[in-house]
């Protein structure tokens, strides 16, 4: 028996190896790197299949037909080893259909040229039998298509060696043993065929497929004693797709080992070419994220990270990864979004600084109310109860009882509907409605409520303002505007005085103007006059009360309006209060009217 059966059985042991490798990868199937990798120890594992049975073999016809097995998987070897160097690199981006189908069209050249050898002999030029070992072996004269595909594969490899060079280069010390393994391992079947292809030595048999066994030595060592591939288990990698969390993890010298599809979603700067590098080049343009990795594990931390949608909030939680001997090997980042959470948090917030809010006022209303109703209701009793003893005694004319209380009654009632003013502002009850309007009527139609209030005080009101002085303002807003600026200056001002009313355009707005000649303003007051939300009301010349609430409304509707408020008051000379509202938009009706001074003329 010739030692061909020796070697025959040492190829089968190969082929064994090869077979082992490439279920080991179908167990991990998930990750793209074992899918290259298993393909290409299987395409070995026919190699080294189809030999031990050729060196067997004792007729031509026979060697022809494994020479076939042999070369489906010969061909692309070399292109899915290289595609896996890729992914074992970092380079997984380069991995696209467009460059695997490009790399594919030599070795689909090379597997057609060799069923079809026969037709043109372009592979091999010719096949002989040799028998000069004791045993039949082919000998072969190689065409052109074999030696393309010899140039084209060597090419590839020597790209891969490179890479795998510069990784084991860059490579942090715990690192470089796995990657030298794959160095040395990849050296296998290319290192036998070279020695063979050169005649280096004599070798009367191709040693190419005994490569593989020296091949799987190698990385079956890496895979079970360094991880060489990552090929972390199929169930671990479902329940980290699977999670919600995002999950990082890092070596101890923060180099990024794998994270899972939420981190990928949820932080910027993940991507395929993070794996293998570190915390510091993954995430430098996030600052706070980096700070957090690169610190001691640390309890339950919250942190605030940018995304494409806005800011999301995360509760982060950094750990050590334990080794079966509980030493510390990487660490964990879990973040687990809380966005829904904080922002419902901040409306609860916000909502209790607004019932805050709302109960002061509540508080100082009841106060004022107390005071501002109170009094003149309890007048108006007193009144009635004077008038209806008098009149019991007496048919004597009681006329000055008569007009007191009538006083009361409109102070009153002042008092009432500013109230429900204010409160509907409060609840949202006023719809904010702006049209053209028109200045000089809403000023008439409230000079004329006020005539009989103006008329008792013998106070002169006159309107500066020609009719077509437009507007664009809320109605209601601007009457109540108007209304309560014209009631404090006939409470402020003493009997025989004068109201003046004036319009002037500045800019895009125009600017009405309420000057009267009475008391004036004292300087504690104007300091917070338009300032505090709920001013104290003083009384008039003439004994008026009200809640001060007047002018916190004017204030109110003039801004939502788009205008401003301000004023200028001399003590014992009288106040001007001015307020400005946007003019018509461009191209209404009465803005094609022509401004002349003191108003619009149509």
């Not at 060592?221 to 972390?232: D, E, K, S, T, V």
């Not at 500066?464 to 002085?469: D, H, K, L, S, V």
């Not at 002037?504 to 300032?531: C, F, M, N, W, Y």
């Amino acid at each position: 028996m010739g030692y061909n059966l020796y070697l025959s059985a040492l190829l089968m042991a190969a082929t064994c190896c090869s077979l082992i490798l490439t279920y080991l990868c179908w167990k991990r199937r998930s990750l793209p790197i074992a899918i290259s990798y298993g393909l290409g120890m299987l395409t070995g594992s026919l190699y080294s299949f189809g030999y031990a049975f050729e060196i067997a073999s004792t007729s031509l016809e026979h060697i022809r037909f494994w020479l076939r097995i042999e070369y489906i998987g010969i061909p692309f070897g070399t292109v899915l080893w290289f595609i896996m160097v890729l992914q074992y690199t970092g380079r997984q981006s380069w991995v696209s259909r467009r460059n695997v189908t490009l790399l594919m069209i030599v070795p689909v050249i090379t597997f057609i040229a060799h069923y079809t050898n026969e037709w043109h002999h372009l592979f091999y030029k010719s096949m002989t039998l040799n028998a000069a070992e004791g045993f039949m072996l082919a000998t072969l004269v190689k065409g052109p298509l074999y030696k393309l595909h010899v140039v084209y594969s060597y090419s590839f490899f020597a790209i891969g060696m490179i890479f795998l060079v510069q990784m084991y280069l860059k490579a942090i010390p715990r690192m470089k043993t796995p990657v030298a393994l794959m160095i040395i391992g990849s050296w296998g079947p290319y290192g036998f065929t070279l020695v063979y292809l050169t005649g280096v030595f004599h070798l009367p048999i191709d040693i190419s497929p005994f490569g593989f066994l020296f091949s799987g030595i190698f990385f079956l060592w890496g895979i079970y004693q360094f991880n060489m591939l990552r090929l972390a288990p199929l169930a671990l990698q479902q329940v980290l797709r699977s999670m919600q969390e995002a999950v990082i993890v890092f070596d101890l010298d923060h180099v990024l080992i794998s994270y899972n599809r939420s981190a990928r979603e949820r932080v910027q700067g993940l991507n395929n070419k993070s794996i293998g590098r570190t915390a510091a080049e993954v995430f430098a343009n996030s600052s706070v994220l980096l700070g957090q990795i690169l610190q001691e594990p640390s309890l339950l931390t919250k942190l605030q990270l940018p995304s494409p949608t806005g800011d999301k909030f995360y509760n982060v939680q950094l750990s050590y990864v334990w080794n079966n001997s509980s030493k510390p090997i990487g660490k964990m980042l879990l973040l687990s979004e809380i966005t829904e959470n904080v922002r419902t948090q901040e409306r609860l917030m916000d909502n209790a600084r607004q019932l805050g809010e709302l109960n002061t006022f509540k508080d100082r209303m009841f106060s004022v109310i107390a005071h501002d109703i109170r009094d003149p209701i309890a007048v108006l009793v007193n009144l009635m109860e004077i008038l209806e003893e008098e009149m019991q005694g007496s048919r004597e004319n009681r006329e000055e009882i008569v007009h007191e209380m009538g006083r009361q009654i409109h102070n009153t009632f002042a008092l009432v509907d500013s109230l429900l003013d204010f409160f509907r502002t409060q609840a949202g009850g006023l719809v904010f409605h702006p049209l053209e309007r028109d200045v000089s009527y809403a000023v008439e139609q409230n000079l004329r409520l006020m005539s009989v209030r103006s008329g008792r005080k013998h106070i002169e009101i006159i309107s500066e303002i020609p009719e077509g002085t437009y507007v664009y303002a809320d109605k209601e807003m601007l009457e109540l505007i108007i209304r309560n600026l014209l009631t404090n200056a006939i409470k402020f001002t003493a009997d025989g005085g004068f109201i003046f009313l004036k319009a002037e355009r500045k800019d895009q707005h125009l600017v009405i103007s309420v000057r009267d000649t009475g008391q004036g303003i004292a300087p504690e007051q104007a300091d917070t006059l338009l300032q505090d939300q709920y001013p104290v009301s003083l009384l008039g010349t003439d004994g008026e009360r009200g809640m001060g609430l007047g002018l916190s409304l004017c204030r109110e509707f003039v801004r939502l309006n788009g205008g401003e408020i301000w004023f200028d008051s001399t003590p014992l000379q009288g106040s001007t209060f001015f307020f400005s509202l946007p003019l018509p938009p461009a191209g209404s009706v009465v803005a094609a009217g022509r401004w002349v001074e003191g108003g619009m003329k149509q």
